[in-house]
């Protein structure tokens, strides 16, 4: 990984992978593509870190799976977004909004400011 790369905090893959699943059915490699542009090739998804988490994702019912050929005229396994998925983004995206509120309140506070 080079400097200007970011770890993913703990726990942010899934919503990542969420939000990226929102926009179409996706295999893996696309999916670590995708976030990596989405975030300005600030996050390197490996896949070692991937399919553990989609395989959690899973056996929580966000997302379903099954066998298709790529663009290439390969075999993969792409991933989509379930209902319960949908709900838990939706979940997750309100979790986030409060959670970097309060990061950057406490990044910006002064001394005296209520």
């Known amino acids: 990984m080079t400097a200007d ?3 993913i905090l703990q ?4 919503m990542l992978v969420l939000r ?3 926009l179409e059915p996706m295999h893996g490699w696309g999916m670590a593509q995708r976030i990596e542009a989405m975030s300005g090739g ?6 070692g870190t991937l399919y553990p988490a989609l ?11 099954e066998w298709r050929q790529t663009e290439n ?3 993969a396994r792409y991933y989509e977004l ?27 506070w002064e001394p005296g400011v209520v």
């Not at 726990?11 to 899934?14: Q, V």
């Not at 600030?42 to 896949?47: A, K, T």
């Open 5 to 7: 790369r970011a770890d």
């Open 11 to 14: 726990g942010t893959l899934e």
């Open 20 to 22: 990226t699943l929102a």
């Open 42 to 47: 600030v996050f390197e998804i490996q896949q």
């Open 55 to 65: 395989q959690r994702m899973k056996r929580k019912g966000w997302v379903r799976s």
């Open 73 to 75: 005229n390969r075999r």
């Open 82 to 108: 379930t209902r319960e998925g949908r709900a838990q983004l939706d979940k997750v995206r309100e979790q986030w909004a409060r959670t970097a509120a309060a990061v950057n309140g406490v990044l910006h």
